[in-house]
């Protein structure tokens, strides 16, 4: 029977995206922790604990690349991760774990590259990438159900030649007459000399 190896499944905004590790980890590690404050009370000798939150629960392990019998660079894997850090669409990807009976969600917080082996050229064949993810089990369903007029509340469009805050009105909120709106949230004075290549924020329909 095959070894079944451990992949990274991201959700991105182009689409899912399937990343197989190339080893499995020899072992992995989950963390979690609450929140406390402490108070002093009197006539008591120590500070009591109160609850505040609970916190996130994070998965952490090593990855091993090895290129060298290929003789290709081990960046063009590991990179792969890495760029699992990129902010989408706002915030960071959706992404799971999975490995046999793992299957974490949540979003890579840090990876730290380590390379070990290179070749005559100096190129990396042979590489350990730390890495830890921070669990977020609402993270995609957040990013799928954003309204839409929340979303335009941090939404930013690129003023081109000839465009009008009317137009962008009409466009964002189906209403030209909501200009004014836009033009308060970016201290615009004068609507008419909007000028080309200035970015302005769209924001909450009022």
Known sequence: MALKKAKIIAYKKKGEETIEVLFNPNEYALDTSNN??????PNMGMPMGQFVNGGTTSLSMDLFFDTYEKGTDVRDLTK???QLLDIDVGHPPFVRF??????FKGVLEKVSQKFTMFLDSGIPVRATLKVTFKSNTTQKEQAATVPPEAAGQTKQKMVK???QLWMTAYAEYQDPKQWRGIADANGIDN?????AGRRITVPKRR
């Open 98 to 103: 999975v490995w046999g009976s793992i299957d």
């Open 161 to 163: 030649e000839g465009d």
């Open 80 to 82: 792969q991760i890495a």
């Open 36 to 41: 406390y404050t402490f108070k002093k009370v």
């Open 191 to 195: 609507p008419r000399k909007l000028k």
